[in-house]
């Protein structure tokens, strides 16, 4: 019994003493928290703005369900944008496919074979020559056919030198030279056709306005001769044939074409001389030459004009007459009073009659 009682005491002692208290594990996240804080950050994404205090102050459910709504709506635009674009993309493909351009050609590979690129050359290789290359190729052939054609043919040798000056062939010293030679040939030949010497005239005429660089240097070989036929067809007078007619009036023209193609003093040089006895013509050109001419210019040369004006003045012919009186009103358009007393050597009446048509151009420019 002592036992018993002692254990039992003992028991009650166990159990009066106090336990020391168990570790309690840390509590669960509240699931409410996570949840909030899960929204929040979805709305901050969203854009819809959260309280001060940290909670979304909605209903937890009614903010999932207004982030699925939201997500929804975007996923809906997207796929709406895209449908848009393809559909219109591909419409213009569709447009692109009807289209042919005449511009179109076929890419070229970035490596083609050497069979192709020898086709890709070949075209370049028979294509026509520019027309300036063909002109001047022409003028060769026409030079070669006038010294080896016989007079017959010579005239149509010589339009076909014409021609490709014309045309725009690009010609040398050289070249001019042998426009210059078979052109001078056929007008010095006595037995030449009157229309083989028209020929020559207008080849040296074209020359001079086709290529006057090349000519330049050739002037005062030409301008003589043109002159020489000028002077040969008016010699023949009334009882001239056609043909002299046509060589005279030829002449003329190519003595035009030629002096307005020279630089005007050294037109004025090649005139000069033949002033005097070579008709109308030659002085009808120097009116031109002195409108070109600056003032200074024009003075220096005064010596050696002024007595071929004096002589061609006093020529029978009327024609002659009136351009010589036509040449002095140009140059005292240019030099004023200072050309009266250059006159000395006109008579009391043809200084009266240069004065009275040099008052009524003064009248007519105001």
């Not at 052109?183 to 037995?191: F, G, I, R, T």
């Not at 030099?335 to 007519?364: C, H």
Request: aromatic content about 2%.
């Amino acid at each position: 019994e002592e036992e018993d009682v002692s254990f039992g005491e003992a028991e009650e002692l166990k159990e009066s003493a106090p336990t020391p208290p168990k570790p309690q594990p840390a509590p669960p996240p509240q699931e409410d928290d996570v949840t909030a804080a899960a929204l929040d950050r979805s709305m901050e994404r969203l854009g819809v703005p959260t309280h001060a205090n940290g909670t979304s102050g909605v209903d937890g459910a009614a903010a999932l369900n207004t982030r699925a709504a939201a997500e929804e709506d975007l996923d809906r635009r997207a796929a709406e944008a895209s449908n848009v674009t393809s559909k219109a993309a591909d419409a213009m493909v569709s447009k692109l496919d009807g289209l042919t351009l005449d511009a179109d050609v076929p890419q070229k590979p970035a490596t083609p074979p050497a069979a192709t690129e020898t086709i890709a050359v070949q075209p370049t290789e028979t294509r026509a020559p520019p027309p300036t290359d063909a002109a001047s190729f022409a003028l060769a052939e026409a030079l070669g056919a006038v010294a080896s054609a016989g007079p017959s043919a010579r005239p149509r040798a010589l339009a076909a030198v014409r021609r490709a000056l014309r045309a725009g062939a690009s010609l040398g010293a050289e070249h001019a030279g042998q426009v210059l030679a078979v052109s001078l040939e056929a007008l010095a030949s006595d037995d030449a056709e009157c229309e083989v010497k028209t020929h020559a005239l207008f080849t040296l005429r074209d020359l001079a306005q086709c290529a006057p660089d090349a000519f330049a240097p050739h002037a005062a070989i030409a301008l003589p001769r043109i002159l020489d036929a000028l002077v040969a067809g008016d010699a023949g007078g009334v009882g001239a044939s056609a043909g002299s007619s046509e060589v005279s009036l030829s002449a003329g023209d190519a003595l035009e074409g030629v002096v307005d193609a020279l630089p005007p003093t050294a037109a004025m040089r090649a005139l000069s001389p033949h002033v005097g006895g070579g008709g109308a013509a030659p002085v009808r050109c120097l009116v031109g030459v002195i409108g070109r001419m600056e003032p200074e210019t024009l003075m220096r040369c005064t010596p050696d004009l002024i007595p071929g004006l004096v002589e061609a003045f006093n020529s029978p012919s009327a024609d002659v007459r009136k351009a010589v009186v036509d040449a002095m009103v140009s140059m005292y358009d240019s030099l004023g009073d200072w050309l009266l007393p250059q006159l000395s050597g006109l008579s009391p009446a043809q200084q009266k009659l240069v004065t009275i048509y040099i008052n009524r151009a003064m009248e007519k420019s105001g």
